[in-house]
């Protein structure tokens, strides 16, 4: 979790756990405490059963979080993404997976490059927060599939630990 938002929830595991699911689904809440995957109300007894927790744990949280102008401000405003990287194949695409240290400077621009270089464009790209999960993947689904050389000059960078190519 953010070091900003640790404090917050220190001593307090239950709630950690559902601020964390909150900021890794992009589930926003709303003045009233309520929350939100977009548009779409959540009930906090499915939430709570997803994540183990009392359902009185989910509640107090997206209260606390609506009653904190701090926390709000980061909340409110949370919006969900789709990965098809799951998907990616049946779609057409090729997905690559790169998992390297994310303080590491030039991963995305090493790859770009590569890919540009050969003409293939992006479809997704979708960089993990290295707060959120604990070994972030940089995932970035191409619009088509891989040549040799682009998989031989990916597999080739300095910047990543491992490489999967789906």
């Known amino acids: 979790m953010h070091a ?3 404090k917050f929830f220190e001593g307090q ?3 950690r756990v559902v601020a964390e699911a909150m900021l890794r689904y992009g589930l926003r809440v709303d003045n009233d405490g309520r929350i939100y995957c977009k548009n779409i109300e ?6 709570a059963r997803a994540l183990d927790v009392d359902r009185r744990v989910v509640i107090d ?3 606390e979080i609506a009653e904190n102008d701090f926390l709000f401000d980061i909340f409110h405003s949370l919006e969900p993404r789709s990965n ?13 997976e790169i998992h390297a240290d994310p303080k590491r400077i030039g991963i995305v621009s090493a790859v770009t490059q590569i890919l540009a270089k050969h003409k293939m464009s992006i479809r997704q790209m979708i960089a993990d927060d290295a707060d959120l999960f604990p070994e972030p993947i940089l995932t970035i689904i191409v619009n088509g599939k ?5 998989i031989e000059e990916i597999r080739k960078l300095k910047h990543a630990e491992k490489i999967i190519l789906k």
């Open 4 to 6: 900003e938002l640790e």
């Open 13 to 15: 595991r239950a709630r």
């Open 42 to 47: 959540m009930a906090p007894a499915k939430i």
């Open 61 to 63: 949280t997206a209260q």
């Open 84 to 96: 098809i990287s799951n998907s990616a194949k049946a779609l057409g695409f090729d997905v690559i």
């Open 146 to 150: 891989l040549n040799g050389k682009m």
